[in-house]
Structure formats: structure tokens, C-alpha cells
Nanobody, 125 residues
């Protein structure tokens, strides 16, 4: 079992940047493909970005492509989401997710069996 704890959320003005972190514990981190999802008020949870076990493969939602970067440090058991050029519509709770037994989980929500509790990102004008 892996435990995931997100951090780094907060308030930021439009156009600003934030870096989210997700610290994993409990099992060998490199065994998990990782992803970030987000859920805005009144909306479903949406895919943001995914990264393979090795970190060599990544994918992004079209809405964040070119602005967000997912990365991981297996030595630190941490996955990151660097968010630049933030927009009002990026306001959401951001969730870290882990997928076991798969090299790259991609945008499929059902591939992920472990979730953090989320961190709130609020972008203001």
C-alpha cells in the first residue's frame, strides 16, 4: 500500500506559478506510474498529467499542455507538477494518484488505485 500526500497548493494571481509536490510512502515509489488530476467546484475529476515509472514518458491534458510540467524524483519518492501561466480556470483541488503494476497509466482514471487527499489551488484575477 502506498500513501500519497500532496502539498504546494495555495492562492496565486493569474499568470503566476506554483509547484505541487506529492510525497509517497509505504512501498517502492519507482514501482508506481503516477498522475495528477483535478476537480473544480461542481465538476468531475479531470486528468491533468501523467508520468511513467522511469519518468521518461509523460502526457498532458490539452488544457495544460505547454504550461504544466510533471516530473518525478524516485530517490525522494516524490512527483511534482510545475504549473506556469496559471489561469482562472485552473482553480481546483489537485489530486496525486498512483498506479501499480503498469509502466504508464496515462489519463485513464480507472488505472489509478491510490489517491491523495488533494491540495487546493486558487487562481485569482
Amino acid at each position: 500500500q502506498v500513501q500519497l500526500v500532496e502539498s504546494g497548493g495555495g492562492y496565486v494571481q493569474a499568470g503566476g506559478s506554483l509547484r505541487l509536490s506529492c510525497a509517497a510512502s509505504g512501498r517502492t515509489f519507482s514501482q508506481y506510474a503516477m498522475g495528477w488530476f483535478r476537480q473544480a467546484p461542481g465538476k468531475e475529476r479531470d486528468f491533468v498529467a501523467a508520468i511513467s515509472r522511469s519518468g521518461l514518458s509523460t502526457s498532458y491534458a490539452d488544457s495544460v499542455k505547454g504550461r504544466f510540467t510533471i516530473s518525478r524524483d524516485n530517490a525522494k519518492n516524490t512527483v511534482y507538477l510545475q504549473m506556469n501561466s496559471l489561469k482562472l480556470e485552473d482553480t481546483a483541488v489537485y489530486y496525486c494518484a498512483a498506479a501499480e503494476g503498469i509502466y504508464f497509466a496515462g489519463p485513464n482514471y480507472n488505472n489509478y488505485g491510490h489517491w491523495g487527499k488533494g491540495t487546493l489551488v486558487t487562481v485569482s484575477s
